[in-house]
């Protein structure tokens, strides 16, 4: 990577810098390790950079997303080339409020937990676009693109991993209401 103009990194820290808790969120997700999400999120903050003078400065989120994505398998391919990663959850951001408490505290932190658990459980082809939908606010579109995969197999593997994913957390438990009727 050559030197980079003073008005690069300037224009690099306005636009992509707000985006690299999201970058590194991403990568723990994918890597399951805190050093690991550490390191992909560098080697793809130094990639976005390499990169940011051919970047159409739209959509810089989804643009970001996608880096961290490819750094991730070509350093799961140096790195554990035997292993499928999976991604682990991170902790959602605790809801604002005022002085809430410490008992509501605990229920979160529990379903935090829970929430996590399953989502640790769901295969890889349904948790990445579940993570990149509700953690990340993408749209099916921004999603597809960062996939590489039409927009009707981002919706059907959404769908399909909020069912799991309540599976999940029910333990089974859950049946539809016509299921129970009878």
Known sequence: MGPTSPDTARRFSQVVLPHLD???NYARWLTRNDQDAQDVAHEAMLRALQFFDSFNREQVRPW???IVRNTFYTWLKKNRPLELAEPLGEDSPAPSGVN???SEIAIRNADRRILAQAL????H???EPLILREF???SYQEIAGILEVPIGTVM???ARARKRLAQVV???QRKDAWQRKG
Do not use: I, K
Not at 120 to 123: G, H, K, M, N, T
């Open 22 to 24: 999201a970058a590194y």
């Open 64 to 66: 970001l997303l996608a």
């Open 100 to 102: 809430p408490d410490p």
């Open 120 to 123: 640790e459980r769901l295969p």
């Open 125 to 127: 082809g349904y948790r």
């Open 136 to 138: 990340e606010g993408l």
């Open 156 to 158: 059907s593997r959404l």
């Open 170 to 172: 029910t333990g089974g």
